[in-house]
């Protein structure tokens, strides 16, 4: 039996309006905010750490900030696909968490693991063998010097991408039982090893007062990223090895595939590796354009979006909470409260990401002296991170709400609205205005935010009138039709 759902959900009689703000204020206090404050410290300890190396690398020169932000482009491809591919697991392990199966959620869990295990040794391979053709097509324009360094730097963080892929899906794992804070430890100690281990790398011993070595550079930089990993990896096994809700122990890493768990696992990582996939390959195009502008407008470029990762730490929280409480709302089968909870996160999300866009519209000019003295740069920044504030107000609907609808298995819809709407505004149009309009790198940026107002309102449209629910009971209609037959 379905679950009544009304179409007047959304307009509650005036004599019940009050009782549901108390029932909204209550799932904040005793679902959402307990689950989201260890991902947000997760994230903001993560991204803090980010901006702080790139503020380490940034001082030895623009050249390194351009070959970082070449190479972050090829990893930021890697690390949504391994995300998807997490995701999916995460799903299919939160519905059945949620409707009490515990077997299909240990077997998600360990395959879950091995998908992610596998993209990620493909892509050390190919890093390994073609990184130089890679970074030649993705930096087409930059200077020789730029992507040689680049090239370096790839080739050692790439050491780093298994254990990424056990830190993703295993982290991935935990919270899908409901375990945010292990991850949230975990991820926090990788991080700050990252700094420790970086910063004597990068610098060497003297400016600490300890002998006379130089340091090695970008190298440094790379090592450090990579070393951090795998000791994050090595504590996320252990996590799973003894977590008390689910125990993943070795035999479920080499056990076989189980075809029905992983039909449900890649019927949303296939769709969300394919939407990332395609989304970052665009931003790759993006990049390639800005590489053509000049080391100015680069290092403005990725400058930019290490401030405005900081920016978006709460609406990403709440993106992934969005999935998991969705995914174990609708797993218990409830999906008037799977509703409830998604429209709450999105305008949680949306509320508090403004709120942030005010401080980050005064504070720019400060943050941007945080990572160069090159006035050049400087007010590249100040600008790109201005306009960035006004145009937040839309990031949740572009993003958190998509992250909902992967909850309910809705992952097909946002992987076509997001590919059209990336190649449409974000490269099409980043063109016309960047280039042929000659607005440089400003013209790039607002090619980016057209995307989100047109991915924003398409997704609003399928909250309100619900299509999202219709995938969920069509694939729960398959999953019984298979599990009767």
Excluded at 115 to 126: C, E
Aim: hydrophobic share 55%; charged share 15%.
């Amino acid at each position: 039996m379905r679950e009544s759902f009304p179409d007047d959900l959304d307009k509650p009689k005036p004599g019940n309006r009050l009782r549901l703000r108390y029932r909204h204020k209550v799932l904040l206090q005793r679902r959402v905010w307990p689950f989201a404050w260890p991902i947000f410290l997760e994230l903001f300890c993560v991204v803090l750490m980010g901006i702080i190396s790139t503020v380490l690398v940034s001082h030895l020169g623009a050249a390194q900030i351009a070959a970082v932000g070449i190479t972050d482009g090829v990893t930021w491809i890697i690390i949504s696909v391994l995300t998807a591919t997490a995701l999916g697991g995460s799903v299919v392990i939160a519905q059945s968490f949620g409707r009490v199966d515990r077997k299909t959620a240990l077997d998600g869990a360990g395959q879950v693991m091995k998908l992610a295990m596998m993209v990620a040794l493909v892509a050390l391979i190919s890093i390994l063998f073609f990184a130089h053709l890679i970074l030649g097509v993705v930096a087409y324009g930059a200077e020789q010097n730029v992507i040689d360094m680049g090239e370096m730097y790839l080739k050692v963080v790439a050491l780093g991408y298994p254990a990424l892929a056990i830190t993703l899906a295993g982290s991935g794992v935990l919270r899908a039982v409901g375990n945010s804070r292990l991850p949230a430890m975990s991820n926090i100690i990788m991080s700050v090893l990252d700094l420790v281990i970086s910063y004597p790398l990068i610098y060497g011993f003297v400016d600490i007062g300890i002998g006379s070595w130089q340091g090695l550079g970008l190298l440094g930089s790379a090592l450090g990223i990579t070393l951090a990993r795998w000791v994050g990896a090595a504590i996320i096994l252990h996590c799973l090895a003894t977590n008390s809700t689910m125990q993943v122990g070795w035999s479920q890493y080499f056990s076989r595939f189980n075809r029905e768990t992983l039909f449900d696992i890649l019927s949303v990582g296939v769709p969300a590796s394919v939407e990332s996939l395609m989304f970052n390959l665009g931003k790759l195009l993006t990049q390639v354009m800005v590489a053509g502008m000049g080391t100015v407008a680069m290092a403005g470029n990725v400058v930019t979006f290490s401030i405005v990762l900081l920016l978006n730490i709460p609406g990403n929280t709440l993106a992934m909470t969005s999935t998991i409480l969705v995914g174990q709302r609708l797993g218990q089968d409830s999906t008037r409260k799977a509703y409830q909870e998604m429209k709450l996160i999105f305008w949680a999300a949306t509320g508090l990401m403004t709120l942030l866009a005010l401080v980050f519209m005064v504070g720019a000019d400060f943050a941007a002296r945080l990572y160069t003295s090159d006035e050049r740069v400087i007010e590249v920044v100040k600008d790109l991170v201005r306009i960035n504030a006004v145009m937040t107000p839309v990031w949740a609907a572009s993003f958190v709400l998509p992250a909902a609808f992967k909850g309910a298995k809705d992952a097909k819809y946002t992987m076509w609205t997001a590919i059209a709407s990336m190649w449409g505004c974000r490269v099409v149009l980043g063109y016309l205005l960047g280039i042929y309009f000659d607005l440089n790198v400003y013209g790039v940026w607002l090619g980016m935010f057209a995307d989100w107002w047109v991915r924003g309102a398409i997704y609003y449209y399928r909250l309100i009138h619900r299509g999202w629910l219709k995938v969920y009971y069509r694939k729960k209609a398959r999953q019984q039709a298979i599990s009767a037959a």
